[in-house]
């Protein structure tokens, strides 16, 4: 199995560039994201809840995600030739938490592939993105707490899976075909 993190800022091109693997690689794509928004739009139990957090640009509960990423790894990616992980773990716990699932199901993580832009490239890219898709939770007063949780919750997590040797620095600017190859051949380079 080929399971990969796409790890980085709000913005840094993470769903953009997990399109591009899947297709590549033949990989099932986790959002984390793009999970919790479908709930929120079908208005389920849990879609109200983390429709709090997300609109405050908090993370939701680390229980809350962990247990809802599990069971979409168990209803949907079973049979999966591995799978690309979109905005999950975000933070150390998470990261934990999922060195145990993948293990639990004699599964590894191959690579955590770190999308490095600048803030600046940031807010512009999230605001140009609020205005385009209408995205709720794209406009200056999230983004900037966004910003600031990734800095203070996510952003550790690059020096836990550096220590690992797990972490692939990629710069995250450029155009989407350029930041691609360099993606893959990080990956085909770390697959020896
Ligand atoms: P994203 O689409 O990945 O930018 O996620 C949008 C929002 O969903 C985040 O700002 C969080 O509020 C929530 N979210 C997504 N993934 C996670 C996660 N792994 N842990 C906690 N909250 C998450």
Redesign the pocket.
Known sequence: MLNLVLFGA?GSG??TQSAKLIDRYGLYHI????V??DHIARKTPLGIT?EK??TK??????EL?IEL?ENVIDEQAQDAKGIVF??????IA?AEALEKILADRGSKLEAVVGLEVDEEELIDRLLKRGQETGRA?DNMETIKN?LD?YQNQTHPLKEYYSAKGQYLPIKGTGTVEEIFHTIVDGIEEKLG
């Open positions: 709000p993470k769903g959002s984390t994201g793009e919790l928004r983390a957090y997300i640009g908090h993370l939701i509960p680390d995600i990423l979109d905005g999950f773990p975000r933070t998470q939770d966004r949780v």
